[in-house]
């Protein structure tokens, strides 16, 4: 059997990724999917496994923030929408057979624990999935910053960006431009200075501080957790 590059990694997925074709709100299928992808890495490879999930499915602090909502009061709704998908990933894991936890870094002890991180290691040592929820259970920081914090904080080997659609990070918007070209390889200073979009300037600085690399793919694809755990050649890698 191969031999994982990475022994304990922190899973990013956008919210928009559950929410499959429809776009918005979570579609069992992709979640069953995105559950069975990482079923095969923790079972086959023993591979410790944590996620974090996004909101942008449900709900958006910036979004609700620029239509003339208290910043603070949209960004706890965005939390609160990260916990909806946290559950059902958990819901679709514990279906496949895959034990797991929800810890929310606020307190909501009737569905899930609070985040304590040697809680959290414990699960992760006795080959049960974690899922971060409710962000950094602080107002104005990204479940982008949520993961590279918890990172840290859990001393993983990388972090996981898995997108939807977007197999990595490119030179200009594919959407727009179809000549964009993909980026193998980059540097978190090279984030910094030209605002390439794919994580907020201070999830970037963390991982950079923490020597944390960040591999960016397409999450539709099966298969590609697998190869990122085994250090294959995908999507964009980012490093310092």
């Not at 709900?59 to 990260?82: C, N, V």
């Not at 059902?88 to 609070?114: C, F, Y």
């Not at 918007?173 to 300037?201: H, W």
Request: net charge neutral.
């Amino acid at each position: 059997m191969l031999t994982p590059k990475y022994r304990r990694v922190i899973v990013k997925i956008s919210g928009e990724a559950l929410a499959g074709e429809q776009g918005y709100g979570i579609d069992p299928e992709m979640a069953a999917f995105v559950a069975r992808e990482i079923k095969e890495v923790v079972q086959q490879y023993r591979v410790q496994i944590a996620v974090v999930v996004g909101g942008g499915n449900i709900w958006r602090g910036i979004a609700g923030s620029a239509k003339g909502m208290e910043r603070a009061t949209a960004d706890y709704m965005g939390m609160l929408a990260t916990t909806v998908n946290s559950l059902a990933l958990q819901d679709a894991l514990e279906k496949e057979g895959v034990d797991t936890r929800v810890q929310t870094a606020i307190e909501m002890r009737a569905i899930a624990e609070p985040y304590i991180r040697r809680r959290a290691l414990r699960h992760l040592e006795k080959g049960r999935v974690v899922i971060f929820a409710a962000g950094t259970g602080n107002p104005y920081f990204s479940t982008d910053t949520t993961a590279a914090l918890r990172a840290a904080e859990i001393e993983a080997d990388a972090i996981l960006m898995a997108k939807r659609g977007v197999d990595g990070v490119y030179d200009d918007d594919p959407k727009q431009n179809p000549k964009a070209n993909r980026i193998e390889s980059l540097g978190f200073i090279d984030v910094l200075n030209q605002s390439l979009g794919v994580m907020d300037a201070t999830a970037a600085s963390l991982c950079m501080d923490n020597d944390i690399p960040v591999i960016v793919f397409n999450v539709r694809e099966h298969g590609n957790i697998r190869r990122a755990i085994l250090g294959d050649k995908i999507g964009t890698y980012i490093g310092n």
